[in-house]
C-alpha cells in the first residue's frame, strides 16, 4: 500500500507556471506506475499525464501536451508535475494517483489504486 499526499498548488496567473508535488510513503514507490489527474468544479475527473515504474515512458492528455511534464524520483519517493504556460481553463483540484498495474499509465481513472487528497490550482485571466 501506499499513501499520497500533493503540493504545491497555488494562485497564478495566465501563461504563469506551477510545479505539483506527490509524496509517496512506503518502500515500494518504484513499483507503482503514477498519474496526476485533476477535476474542476461540476465537472468529472479528467487525466492529465502519467509515468512508468522507470520514469521511461509517459502519456499526456492532449491538454497537456507541449506545456506540462510529468516526472519522478523513486530515490525520494516522488513524483512531479512541471505546468507551463497555464491557462484558466487549468484550474481545477490536482490528484496524484497510483496504480499496481505495472503496464499501465493510462487514463481511465478506475484503474489506479491509490490516489492523494488533491491540491488546488487557480489559474486567473
Known amino acids: 500500500q501506499v499513501q499520497l499526499g500533493e503540493s504545491g498548488g497555488d494562485l497564478v496567473q495566465a501563461g504563469g507556471s506551477l510545479r505539483l508535488s506527490c509524496a509517496a510513503s512506503?518502500?515500494?514507490?518504484?513499483?507503482?506506475?503514477m498519474a496526476w489527474f485533476r477535476q474542476a468544479p461540476g465537472k468529472e475527473r479528467e487525466f492529465v499525464a502519467a509515468?512508468?515504474?522507470?520514469?521511461?515512458?509517459?502519456n499526456y492528455a492532449d491538454s497537456a501536451k507541449g506545456r506540462f511534464t510529468i516526472s519522478r524520483d523513486n530515490a525520494k519517493n516522488g513524483v512531479h508535475l512541471q505546468m507551463n504556460s497555464l491557462k484558466p481553463e487549468d484550474t481545477a483540484v490536482y490528484y496524484c494517483?497510483?496504480?499496481?498495474?505495472?503496464?499501465?499509465?493510462?487514463?481511465?481513472?478506475?484503474?489506479?489504486?491509490?490516489w492523494g487528497q488533491g491540491t488546488q490550482v487557480t489559474v486567473s485571466s
Open positions: 494517483a497510483a496504480t499496481r498495474n505495472t503496464y499501465y499509465i493510462g487514463s481511465s481513472a478506475d484503474l489506479y489504486d491509490y
Open positions: 512506503g518502500r515500494t514507490f518504484s513499483t507503482y506506475n
Open positions: 509515468i512508468s515504474r522507470s520514469g521511461g515512458s509517459t
